[in-house]
């Protein structure tokens, strides 16, 4: 499927809030979709940034293919000593998170606000 197509179906933004990058990702993120999620958002990670944020407030649906690259970035995060947090509010994100048992595992919260007192706390402590 042609790049400009898969902008339809999925879309990725970058901002930066102080020392924080939050990547607001929205529509699927399934196979077909996969790669267009991870350049920029393991690009944000590859840069060392102290917190990442993963917005997922704009995701209509997520696949097996997304919660494993959800959860590759969390483990490259970790390896990088980058703090990271994953925003999911919607029925549709968080009940595949609970079904997979990955709700207890990734650093889940309720919106980008508590996610960036959270990366500002984290740095405030290192």
Known sequence: MPE????????VRVDGHGAAVIVRIAGEIDALTESTVRKPLFACL???PPAVVIDLEGVTFI???GLRLLAQ???QARRDTVAVSIVATTHAVLRLL????LDGHLPITGSVRDA???ATANADAG
């Open 4 to 11: 400009e197509d898969l902008d339809k179906i999925v879309s």
């Open 46 to 48: 590859a840069a060392k």
């Open 63 to 65: 696949g097996s293919t």
């Open 73 to 75: 970035a969390c483990e």
């Open 98 to 101: 609970e079904i997979t048992g």
């Open 116 to 118: 960036l007192a959270g």
